[in-house]
């Protein structure tokens, strides 16, 4: 998994992450995806999704990945 991250006044820290996701069948698909961490280190998935504060944060992190060298990964799909 590569991460970015983001601590927030409250301790917690939005993550920007290229990780890869297993399914139950044993199926398997890498993807990017926000989550939140807790301030003891915990991810906090809530129901597949994360609220992101600020669309200027979410570029932010973005463009971390970017220049870190992997915001990049994955291939382009033309349908999904």
């Known amino acids: 998994m590569k991460s970015t ?3 927030m006044p ?3 820290s939005l993550c920007f992450q290229w990780c890869s996701y297993n ?3 044993g199926g398997q698909e890498s993807g990017y995806r ?3 961490k807790t301030p003891k280190g ?3 998935a809530a129901r597949g999704q994360a609220r992101i504060p600020n669309i200027a ?3 932010e992190m973005l463009e971390q990945a970017k220049r870190e060298g992997w915001g990049f990964e994955g291939e382009p799909k ?3």
Do not use: P
């Open 78 to 80: 033309s349908s999904y």
């Open 57 to 59: 944060l979410a570029q």
């Open 10 to 12: 409250s301790g917690w």
């Open 42 to 44: 915990k991810l906090q």
């Open 34 to 36: 926000f989550i939140w």
């Open 23 to 25: 399914y139950a069948d």
């Open 5 to 7: 991250e983001k601590v």
